[in-house]
């Protein structure tokens, strides 16, 4: 790996106890002692590219950001690939047992039972990279915190300039008049939209719970793909009867087709509520992708890399406001129809006759 202090090649003799042999300096992560395979150049480089070089980012997305790049996201061609190797190696190794078996040859055993081991990891590899096959991360997140976040803490004593580990809370907006409300009870995500001013530079009002909503306003709700995420967003609609409630979660087709979508599977098949079942957006859905949901697949919004997250908020305002003008735009032609046909005439005062004499 490459000293981050001298920027000298070390080998891993060389750097004993996080220690470099040529300058003699400490450093945070080695990529083949530590899990996530970083080291702090690549550390670095991560919260760069997440940040962009204006946004603060959460370490909750770093760690998926790690895990993404871990993944690879290849393509078909690499699944396919990953048979044919599997196959041929495969092949070799059985040519290389009935060989040994025959000549009673050591060297051909071990050719045999190399060539097994090889042909097995290729297989797995390319069950893990089939077409809608789940994402399996790599590092727990407890793991990530404890063994690199607080790691690289105890070395430079503080984390890189754009990287913060617990984000604000709580509702934001309202010194400028909101247009719209955000609602995300994505505790991550809202903190990750609070960390960045998401409030003040759009002036909505920015809340991470139902309570925090105020009334008049129109609500964009932002979450995750799932069966318990979108069977919330019902509740979240019954609780403001008469409001535009504007879903602006993850939509099934937008984690199915892309190939670099983060797509989780639970253990267990979870139950279709009775009411989202019953629901017109769930009717409208294809039966593919109420199949992969009911078969337990979801799709977190943390998982989405952050510049791309940041413009599906931003999209998510514009589609709010959008729906306000609508409203307002229709009570203004209402009342202008109504004042045409006489709805809003009022009636004037009949005039009274004068009394006798008067003038």
Same mark, same amino acid.
């Given at each position: 790996?490459?000293?981050?202090?001298? =920027?000298?090649?070390?080998?891993?003799?060389?750097?004993?106890?996080?220690?470099?042999?040529?300058?003699?300096?400490?450093?945070?992560?080695?990529?083949?002692?530590?899990?996530?395979?970083l080291h702090d150049l690549k550390f670095r480089e991560l919260v760069a590219k997440?940040?962009?070089?204006?946004?603060? %980012?959460?370490?909750?997305?770093?760690?998926?950001?790690?895990?993404?790049? $871990?993944?690879?996201?290849?393509?078909?061609?690499?699944?396919?690939?990953?048979? #044919?190797?599997?196959?041929?190696?495969?092949?070799?190794?059985?040519?290389?047992?009935?060989?040994?078996?025959?000549?009673?040859?050591?060297?051909?055993?071990?050719?045999?039972?190399?060539?097994?081991?090889?042909?097995?990891?290729?297989? @797995?590899?390319?069950?893990?990279?089939?077409?809608?096959?789940?994402?399996?991360?790599?590092?727990?997140?407890?793991?990530?915190?404890?063994? #690199? %976040?607080?790691?690289?803490?105890?070395?430079?004593?503080?984390?890189?300039?754009?990287?913060?580990?617990?984000?604000?809370?709580?509702?934001?907006?309202?010194?400028?008049?909101?247009?719209?409300?955000?609602?995300?009870?994505?505790?991550?995500?809202?903190?990750?939209? @609070?960390?960045?001013?998401?409030?003040?530079? @759009?002036? !909505?009002?920015?809340?991470?719970?139902?309570?925090? #909503?105020?009334?008049?306003?129109?609500?964009? #709700?932002?979450?995750? $793909?799932?069966?318990?995420?979108?069977?919330?967003?019902?509740?979240?609609?019954?609780? $403001?009867?008469?409001?535009? !409630? !504007?879903?602006?979660?993850? &939509?099934?087709? &937008?984690?199915?087709?892309? &190939?670099?979508?983060? =797509?989780?599977?639970?253990?267990? =098949?979870?139950?279709?509520?009775?009411? $989202?079942?019953? &629901?017109?957006?769930?009717? /409208?859905?294809?039966?593919?992708? /109420?199949?992969?949901?009911?078969?337990?697949?979801?799709?977190?919004?943390?998982?989405?890399?952050?510049?791309?997250?940041?413009?599906?908020?931003?999209?998510?305002?514009?589609?709010?406001?959008?729906?306000?003008?609508?409203?307002?735009?229709?009570?203004?032609?209402? =009342?202008? /129809?109504?004042? /045409?046909?006489?709805?809003?005439?009022?009636?004037?005062?009949?005039?009274?006759?004068?009394?006798?004499?008067?003038?």
């Amino acid at each position: 790996m490459i000293c981050p202090n001298c =920027r000298e090649s070390v080998g891993r003799r060389e750097r004993h106890g996080h220690r470099c042999s040529r300058c003699g300096r400490t450093f945070a992560l080695d990529p083949k002692s530590e899990p996530g395979r970083l080291h702090d150049l690549k550390f670095r480089e991560l919260v760069a590219k997440g940040t962009g070089g204006r946004l603060r %980012i959460t370490v909750e997305q770093l760690y998926w950001l790690n895990e993404r790049r $871990l993944h690879g996201f290849p393509g078909p061609k690499a699944h396919r690939g990953h048979l #044919v190797i599997g196959t041929v190696v495969t092949a070799g190794a059985l040519a290389a047992g009935s060989f040994a078996l025959g000549a009673d040859g050591q060297v051909w055993l071990f050719a045999a039972g190399l060539g097994a081991v090889v042909a097995v990891r290729e297989f @797995h590899t390319a069950w893990r990279l089939r077409a809608g096959a789940p994402f399996r991360p790599r590092l727990s997140e407890i793991r990530f915190q404890y063994q #690199v %976040i607080d790691r690289w803490r105890e070395v430079y004593g503080g984390l890189p300039t754009g990287l913060i580990e617990h984000p604000p809370a709580g509702p934001t907006g309202g010194a400028v008049e909101a247009r719209a409300v955000v609602l995300c009870e994505v505790p991550a995500v809202a903190g990750f939209l @609070h960390a960045n001013n998401f409030a003040e530079r @759009h002036r !909505v009002l920015l809340a991470d719970e139902l309570a925090q #909503v105020p009334a008049a306003l129109p609500v964009a #709700v932002l979450r995750d $793909l799932s069966l318990s995420a979108l069977a919330r967003t019902l509740v979240i609609r019954s609780a $403001l009867p008469g409001r535009r !409630v !504007v879903d602006c979660g993850l &939509a099934p087709r &937008a984690v199915l087709e892309p &190939a670099r979508a983060v =797509r989780l599977r639970d253990p267990s =098949r979870p139950r279709l509520p009775a009411a $989202l079942a019953a &629901a017109p957006g769930w009717q /409208r859905l294809t039966d593919r992708e /109420r199949e992969w949901l009911t078969a337990g697949f979801r799709s977190p919004l943390i998982t989405v890399p952050p510049p791309k997250l940041l413009a599906l908020a931003e999209k998510a305002v514009e589609r709010a406001v959008a729906a306000r003008a609508r409203t307002v735009e229709t009570a203004a032609e209402t =009342r202008r /129809r109504a004042k /045409r046909i006489g709805f809003l005439t009022w009636p004037e005062a009949a005039r009274t006759r004068p009394a006798d004499g008067a003038r």
